[in-house]
């Protein structure tokens, strides 16, 4: 069983910063590449930042600049450090990891989400 829990959203004004935390844990074999999406109502879940094992990270044009993921391997942590926030980045947030358990195989990567954590940004 693994599971994703993401931590630290909430309430900021514009140009202020949050920072949001995904921990992946479970029968872990290992992990992956380490995803933040975001979904506001009645649009797509966008890809927002990814970073993989190496530490190699790539970003949305909307965020580059503001953002920073990063992780910590030994804890199978990924975070989002958000700074000058802006009301277009109200969005619910939801981590997304490929990961590998035991009893599926040291190879089998599966794709796992998060419950998702709000993030508002007021102007």
């Known amino acids: 069983q693994v599971r994703l829990v993401e931590s630290g959203g909430g309430l900021a004004q514009t140009g202020g910063s949050l920072r949001l935390s995904c921990a992946a844990s479970?029968?872990?074999?290992?992990?992956?590449?380490m995803y933040w999406y975001r979904q506001t109502p009645g649009k797509q879940r966008e890809l927002v930042a990814s970073v993989d094992d190496g530490h190699y990270t790539s970003y949305a044009d909307s965020v580059k600049g503001r953002f920073t993921i990063s992780r910590d391997n030994d804890k199978n942590t990924a975070y989002l450090q958000m700074n000058s926030l802006e009301p277009e980045d109200t969005a619910v947030y939801y981590c997304?990891?490929?990961?590998?358990?035991?009893?599926?195989?040291?190879?089998?990567?599966?794709?796992?989400w998060g419950q998702g954590t709000q993030v508002t940004v007021s102007s």
């Open positions: 479970g029968t872990i074999i290992s992990v992956s590449v």
């Open positions: 997304n990891a490929l990961i590998s358990a035991r009893g599926v195989g040291p190879l089998d990567f599966r794709s796992y």
